[in-house]
């Protein structure tokens, strides 16, 4: 429970989440323009350079970006 109070702490806090450049990210926006699977080209300030899977690139504040874990290990 106190790591699901932390991270909506921080979510809505205004601390700039640390994404590393390449990686792959989701955005999520309240009303309703999510986009999925895009890479991170780089990091600037609050904001990232995101290229998105038909090759668009957008400019995404870091605290819309959902970092996609690729580590995943499934049991």
Known sequence: M???????????????????????VNRIDHFGGERFDGRVLKVEGNRARVCWPKGEKTDEYLSDLVPIDEDLIWH
């Open 2 to 24: 106190l790591t699901l109070i932390s991270s909506l702490i921080e979510r809505w806090s205004g601390n700039a989440l640390h994404v590393p450049v390449n990686a792959r």
